[in-house]
């Protein structure tokens, strides 16, 4: 089997920046969500700790943004306090998992706001619990594909 890092630039179809590790695997045993470091190979900040790499999946989220998925997430984590504390609990794990950088999930830095379904999808995929999160990858359906995208 190919290392992790040449699948995962297959998926991307370029080299990843700020690889670490592969964080979450599909059921055919490809990276699906890697981990990357807080900074690049050149010293730039990296704000999306974990990145969604399988191509099923990543179009399967782009397809909730693009029906409104990022004004609706952010509208129901204002209104459901359950998913607002959610968010907030998932903002501050990521600045206590990264604390040289100061943004909360995929960077984020204005307090109860949404920028990428993607991030909180990989977020919750890679640190079960994130309620939000867990929320966003419920309405992946399937949330795998009958047989492997990375082949």
Known sequence: MDDDRAI?????????RA??????????GRPAVTEQAALD???EPFPTTYWITCRHLGAAIARLEAGG???RFGRLARED?????????????????RPELPGGIGGQTRT????????????ALARPGYELG?????EVEPLWPARCCSD
């Open 8 to 16: 995962v630039e297959r998926q991307l179809g370029r080299p990843p």
């Open 81 to 97: 306090s359950a998913l607002g504390e959610s968010l907030e609990r998932g903002h501050e794990e990521q600045r206590r998992l």
């Open 112 to 123: 109860g706001g949404l920028k990428c379904l993607h991030a909180h999808a990989a977020f």
């Open 41 to 43: 190979e050149s010293g």
């Open 69 to 71: 998925g990022v004004e």
């Open 19 to 28: 690889f670490r590790r592969v964080a979450v695997r599909c059921p055919f």
């Open 134 to 138: 867990e929320r966003i990858v419920a």
